[in-house]
């Protein structure tokens, strides 16, 4: 079983950067989609950045520009770079991996933007 543990979250003020990172036990083949979702108080889970199989990529209309999703080419570790960011991004970032058999998810990383 294939285990996603995020890493990098914390407290930041308004207008700081930060990195998230999901590392993989072990490399999965072939993934259809790897990407950041996150999770506000009181909010649906929500699509934050994700890169297709392929390399395409696709961000919420509310971090574009702001942050970029990369991958590393043993597809092991997944991050977010995360630029200016707002109270409005405070929430818990999850990292999911999908392939056409599972759907992986880890515990997930908090992220605090102080105003």
């Known amino acids: 079983q294939v285990q996603l543990v995020e890493t990098g979250g914390g407290l930041v003020e308004a207008g700081d950067s930060l990195r998230l990172s999901c590392t993989a036990s072990?490399?999965?083949?072939?993934?259809?989609?790897m990407g950041w979702y996150r999770q506000a108080p009181g909010k649906q889970r929500e699509m934050v950045a994700v890169m297709y199989r392929g390399g395409n990529t696709e961000y919420a209309v509310s971090v574009k520009g702001r942050f970029t999703i990369s991958i590393d080419n043993a597809q092991k570790e997944v991050y977010l770079q995360m630029n200016y960011l707002t109270p409005e991004d405070t929430a818990v970032y999850y990292c999911?991996?999908?392939?056409?058999?599972?759907?992986?998810w880890g515990q997930g990383t908090q992220v605090t933007v102080a105003s």
């Open positions: 999911n991996v999908q392939t056409r058999a599972a759907d992986y």
């Open positions: 072990e490399s999965i083949f072939g993934p259809n989609l």
